[in-house]
């Protein structure tokens, strides 16, 4: 079976009956709610009863959310599929639900969010649907207005499943030139069945970097749901430094010198054009300003 990003656009693969059969999946259930409950820790929230407002971002029908009222904070889901949000609506989920396309950018003022979980969605974006669908585009376009949104030092972990190297990469790409630090945290990573990537991303400057979190799965620590995990005897957590592209150094216009002028005019009279002679004016240097 292909992966559902090769099969249709989210908005139609995700239509009435696959959102129903997506949420009444006990397996999926579990699934869902093991990896937005790391997903919560990874967020790593001051424990201090203060309730948080969060987002969740390809929220679907709230399977993730759920987590997240569990443990008592607020949230906005975003999700682009009008079937998964009308199945949130009739399962009563207490975020409140956007209609909203992630690459097109979340829309939100500015720092007024308290962090971000997205579970297995964000992939969604390197697949272009439509003849004006650009990949990296839209990933700028959703790591940029997803960093304004957040308040400094706020976190954004976000769980996806990347086809290829390529993919991981580009989404990288994207959070760090939007200004976010951070890295992949891997659980389980020697296990087919068992590994999750999250991307942990932190807003704000280099100074409310905090070190990233361990991947789990060392020390013989096994997944219940993976018969293979049993061999997972490390850890993989993958950094990446915060990388916004360089200045420009300032390009310094250099003449290129009277013996090159000399040549160059040289070479215009051998092919027999008339060219004005040579003095000591000649490729002088001239002045900024009149
Ligand atoms: C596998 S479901 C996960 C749903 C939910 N997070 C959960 O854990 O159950 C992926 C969701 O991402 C949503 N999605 C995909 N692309 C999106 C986009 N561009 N904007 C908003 N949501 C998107 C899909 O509609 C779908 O509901």
Not at 204 to 227: A, F, H, N, R
């Amino acid at each position: 079976m292909p992966r559902p990003e090769l099969q249709a656009p989210p908005e139609i693969f995700y239509n009435d009956t696959e959102a129903r059969k997506y949420t009444t999946s006990s397996r999926i259930i579990e699934i869902q709610a093991k990896i937005s409950e790391r997903a919560l820790e990874l967020l790593n929230i001051p424990n201090d009863g203060v309730p948080r407002l969060l987002l969740d971002i390809g929220c679907g029908s709230g399977l993730s959310g759920e987590t997240l009222s569990e443990n008592e904070h607020h949230w906005i889901g975003f999700d682009i599929s009008q079937s998964m949000l009308d199945v949130a609506l009739e399962r009563e989920v207490e975020g409140d639900l956007l209609l909203a396309d992630m690459g097109q950018g979340l829309g939100l003022r500015p720092g007024v969010i308290d962090g971000a979980i997205s579970i297995s969605a964000i992939q969604w974006l390197c697949y272009a649907d439509k003849s004006s669908h650009e990949p990296m585009a839209r990933l700028k376009a959703f790591f940029g207005s997803l960093y304004r949104c957040l308040t400094r030092g706020a976190r954004a972990v976000l769980q996806l499943y990347s086809e290829n190297m390529n993919q991981s990469e580009m989404i990288m790409k994207a959070a760090m030139r939007a200004g976010f630090a951070g890295g992949v945290v891997v659980d389980f990573p020697h296990s087919t069945k068992a590994r999750k990537a999250y991307l942990v991303l932190t807003c704000g400057p280099s100074s409310t970097q905090t070190s990233l979190p361990k991947g789990k799965g060392e020390d013989g620590e096994t997944c219940s749901d993976d018969d293979e995990s049993d061999d997972d005897d490390e850890q993989t957590v993958g950094i990446y430094d915060r990388h916004r592209p360089a200045k420009r150094s300032k390009i310094t216009k250099k003449g290129k010198g009277k013996a090159w002028v000399l040549k160059k005019k040289n070479q215009m009279r051998n092919k027999g054009y008339t060219v004005p002679p040579d003095t000591k004016y000649t490729a002088r240097k001239r002045k900024n300003h009149f």
